[in-house]
């Protein structure tokens, strides 16, 4: 579970107290999530999520992923908003660790994809990236093509402990990525971790479906070609558990998202690549979790071989069509 810093009443107590929020009336560690710190605050004025930021989260980039959610919230995007000190911080230190308290948003993540969801993430995604146009700051994407080889590196002597042939696989594979990188896409500002445990529905009993409610975890977001959050978007929701890809739940995310924001004739052409080096990337950061998580570490490793086979389909795909789309 992704509790990594534990924190005392008293150090909360007098945490709370920066803060307009209320009486802290219970705090509890969320099982969810691999990279920071979050407890479930609840005040006798309502629910909010503390974290502490914790490895992979350098302090001096908090300012982005904070000013971001605000500047979204601020754009009607449901998302978390940070929360103000009466300083007017949003950011402090909480046991040593940057920390911050963000609103509650309310919604589940779903643990089995439907068609539906599919149609909801396209058109939510597109309003993000719209809503993201004119924030002011940017961040470079250190987790894409360039931040590869040295994580390959880090990993290859021991990748052979995941599978036999997987150093030769990213090898092989970052050459080519490397090569024919895409330069010139739209570029903004994209999400680039929006995985299922990331989006939140709410049930909608009268149509019988489930609406999206908003999006979590920014702590990823970075200023990089739009097409890229598609392409992770196609890794991480339109595959079956058994491994098919599912391109009726690619075609409804893809025309979902092209009614709010089309796509242009090089950002279609240029997915596979993409999904290609979305797929390096999970893989690559999946194996370095994979060989450095120390053992009795409380946190559930992500299976690097999903992604090892996600991208042996990419590889395959010969056009865009192969994702469903005309
Ligand atoms: N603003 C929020 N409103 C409601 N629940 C939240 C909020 N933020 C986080 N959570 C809860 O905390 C869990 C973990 O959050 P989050 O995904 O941000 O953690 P993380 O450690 O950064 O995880 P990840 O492994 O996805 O990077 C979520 O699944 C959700 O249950
Ligand atoms: N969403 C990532 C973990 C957080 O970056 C994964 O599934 O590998």
């Not at 909360?12 to 969320?30: N, T």
């Not at 490895?55 to 754009?75: I, Q, T, W």
């Not at 979902?256 to 242009?264: D, E, F, M, T």
Request: aromatic share 10%.
């Amino acid at each position: 579970m992704a509790v990594y810093t534990e924190v005392s009443d008293d150090d909360l107590e007098e945490f709370a107290a920066e803060y307009d929020i209320g009486e802290v009336v219970s705090c509890k560690g969320i099982a969810e999530g691999v990279e920071n710190t979050n407890y479930l605050l609840q005040t006798d004025r309502g629910n909010y999520i503390l974290t502490l930021y914790e490895k992979r989260v350098n302090p001096d980039e908090l300012p982005f992923f904070l000013g971001l959610m605000e500047h979204l919230a601020a754009r009607g995007l449901a998302c978390p908003t940070p929360i103000k000190g009466r300083d007017g911080t949003a950011l402090r230190t909480l046991c040593g660790r940057p920390a911050a308290i963000v609103s509650f948003l309310k919604g589940m993540w779903t643990r089995r994809i439907t068609l539906n969801h599919c149609a909801e993430l396209g058109p939510a995604m597109a309003a993000m990236h719209l809503a993201g146009a004119d924030f002011p700051m940017t961040r470079n994407n250190n987790l894409s093509v360039s931040g590869w080889r040295p994580l390959f590196e880090s990993i290859r002597p021991r990748a052979a402990e995941i599978k036999a042939d997987l150093e030769q696989t990213i090898a092989d594979e970052l050459d080519y990525l490397e090569a024919h990188w895409p330069k010139a896409l739209p570029v903004g500002l994209i999400h680039a971790d929006l995985f299922p445990d990331n989006v939140f529905f709410l049930h909608d009993r009268a149509a019988g479906v489930d609406r999206m409610s908003g999006f979590i975890d920014f702590y990823f977001a970075c200023t990089d070609a739009l097409a890229y959050d598609i392409a992770i978007c196609l890794n991480a929701w339109c595959f079956e558990d058994d491994g098919a890809f599912n391109a009726t739940k690619a075609r409804l995310m893809l025309n979902g998202y092209r009614k709010v924001r089309p796509l242009s004739a090089d950002e279609l052409l240029a997915l596979p690549l993409l999904a290609r080096g979305a797929a390096m990337r999970f893989l690559l950061t999946r194996s370095y979790d994979w060989l450095n998580t120390p053992p009795g570490a409380m946190v559930k490793r992500k299976d690097p071989m999903e992604y090892y086979r996600k991208l042996r389909f990419h590889q395959g795909v010969g056009g865009p069509g192969q994702y469903g789309i005309a």
